[in-house]
């Protein structure tokens, strides 16, 4: 039933027609629709493309190399959630990755993937930072 609905949003795409899909699936949402609205208690939080929402998380990087990665990342602009096992690394990363690749090369990295954010990961991210600026404002 999934696959004869998603061809059937498709068929409908191809022809000119819009979709408004409500779900909770969003790896359906990401691979069927051209803009995405986010809603949160009642209010629209966010909208656009996936491309013009990629503000809202940061990328994934991971590295492995011959050697440790250096202890520097932590320190590096933009880089967060580090976390070292071996000679595996992975990291977020906000705005410019060359800082990050400097101290890389340093470890001599054998492979390397950065990759954008899906949609799950904006929406947590989103949620994420509402609810922190809720908690702040609460406080004080």
Request: aromatic letters at 2%.
């Amino acid at each position: 039933m999934e696959q004869a609905f998603r061809e059937s949003v498709l068929e409908a795409k191809d022809n000119g027609q819009s979709v408004f899909l409500s779900s909770h699936v969003l790896s359906e949402a990401e691979a069927l629709c051209d803009r995405i609205a986010i809603l949160r208690a009642g209010r629209l939080a966010e909208i656009g493309t996936l491309a013009q929402m990629r503000h809202l998380s940061a990328v994934t990087v991971e590295a492995s190399s011959r050697d440790p990665p250096p202890p520097a990342v932590d320190r590096v602009a933009g880089v967060s959630a580090v976390q070292v096992a071996g000679h595996h690394l992975t990291c977020q990363v906000r705005g410019p990755i060359d800082d990050l690749l400097t101290v890389l090369a340093a470890s001599h990295p054998e492979t390397l993937l950065s990759r954008e954010p899906s949609l799950e990961e904006l929406f947590l991210s989103l949620y994420g930072e509402q609810e922190r600026a809720n908690n702040e404002a609460q406080r004080g």
